[in-house]
């Protein structure tokens, strides 16, 4: 039997004809991203060299501008560290924005390639053919002084996307559909393809990447088609080579997606898998917090969508609506095409790029009882500020209709120019 996507890039990487499900690989890491927490955070101590300098990339985000004295010190370590070691990719404030977002913008992560950063939802990386995977801040440095780290395989479920997303339904939703029908993934990679791939904007496909961590996969990939091959294009600075996954490739799993059956969705409070259900079994869900933003769902596309729902109406009395772009480059274009300004015409508030609110830092942290509607990446107790509060998961379409509405809604009667 053939190979799935991420084991032909780990064998390749591990310099071996094949790998298995089971075996422990040794794999050359291409790039090791490094996040303001990498040294804020630190207790070990920094390594004495790097390995190869010019794999290394540090960005600023999650707390970005530094919002306290010890995140302002921990800049000042990273900014330290990248003239220490010469590392040219840095992305100091004011150049900044989520690390997978400013990845992806960058061509940090190319197809066929390995990429590891200290941040959960690295995996989000797997929307441009990359095996791309959230380590702890010990793996990193060890990364970072002999540039390989070990995975052990683990078996694969293919997801066969066919056909097109309706109209006021996007990648957060076929997520949440395929989490709540099929729950968790401990141990297990995740790949998509299928003929309704096209048809994904690149956009939503990093989505459902980034969310798959929510479904602990291991890694979560798709194939390097025209659409990817095209966003790298004047992006990417070496040359890569995509995989694909063998014809006869051994799958754990195979299962099919029917995208043109998926309705909006939203995720109930405190944990993703099986708890998921179409916006219409809800229910009558007052909010306090509407929020569009991070890793997930911060793209250029989402501050579109929530636009097109705000435009000549006004956030509901009583419920704060922050917009939070993933990246400067994202906010700067979102300017350009008067996406902000609508935005805050209709009475929300857009901050700088930052991880901020999605992880309960800062820019919209949740006090007791206080419920929001979120299409960032986690809702577990505490995620977003108070224990006490409750987090739903949805799409922006989704957060932006609950907004005007004062509850959580549907998106698609606000979306009707789409169909």
């Known amino acids: 039997m053939g190979m ?29 991203v490094m996040l303001d927490l990498s040294f804020t955070a630190a207790t070990e101590p920094p390594p004495k060299r790097l390995a190869n300098p010019s794999r290394v990339a540090v960005i600023l985000d999650h707390g970005a501008p530094a919002p306290s004295v010890i995140d302002a010190a921990g800049h000042q370590k990273a900014r ?30 190319l197809p066929g390639q390995v990429l590891a950063c200290s941040d959960s939802h690295t995996c989000a990386s797997g929307a441009v053919n990359c095996a791309a995977r959230g380590l702890g801040r010990i793996e990193v440095l060890q990364i970072l002084c ?30 949440l559909s395929i989490a709540g029908r099929h729950g968790d993934h401990v141990n297990q990679n995740v790949e998509f393809g299928g003929p309704g791939l096209p048809g994904l904007a690149l956009d939503d496909r990093s989505t459902i990447a980034t969310m798959c961590a929510e479904i602990s996969a291991e890694f979560a990939t798709f194939p390097a088609d025209q659409v990817v091959l095209d966003y790298l294009r004047g992006r990417a600075d070496e040359p890569f080579a995509p995989v694909d996954p063998d014809l006869d490739a051994d799958y754990l799993d195979v299962r099919r997606v029917e995208l043109g ?59 704060r609506c922050i917009v939070t772009p993933a990246s400067q480059r994202v906010y700067l274009e979102a300017v350009r095409r008067g996406y902000v300004e609508t935005l805050v015409e209709a009475g929300a508030v857009v901050t700088n790029s930052t991880c901020g609110a999605c992880f309960g830092y800062h820019m919209g942290v949740l006090g007791p009882g206080e419920v929001c509607v979120t299409s960032s990446t986690r809702n577990f107790k505490g995620r977003m ?5 409750r987090v739903y998961l949805a799409s922006s379409a989704t957060v932006a209709a609950s907004a005007v509405e004062g509850r959580i809604a549907d998106p698609r009667p606000y979306l009707a120019a789409e169909a």
């Open 385 to 389: 500020g108070s224990p006490e509060s």
């Open 146 to 175: 002999t540039g390989k780290t070990w995975y052990r395989v683990a078996p694969t479920v293919r997801y066969e996307l066919v056909g097109r997303l309706a109209p006021g339904v996007y990648g957060k939703d076929v997520f």
């Open 261 to 319: 059956q998926i309705e909006p969705y939203v995720s109930r409070p405190d944990f993703v898998p099986h708890n998921t259900l179409p916006v219409g079994e809800v229910g009558d869900v007052p909010i306090h917090q509407a929020f569009v933003g991070s890793c997930a769902n911060g793209k250029l596309q989402d501050l579109r969508i929530a636009a097109e729902i705000l435009r000549g109406r006004r956030v509901h009395p009583g419920v």
């Open 80 to 109: 330290e560290f990248v003239q220490r070691f010469g590392v040219g990719r840095f992305y100091d404030i004011g150049h900044h924005g989520i690390c997978h977002q400013v990845i992806l913008e960058e061509g940090l992560a």
């Open 4 to 32: 799935p996507m991420i084991e032909k890039i780990l064998a390749r990487s591990a310099g071996r004809d094949r790998v298995r499900p089971g075996e422990i690989v040794v794999c050359e890491v291409d790039r090791v």
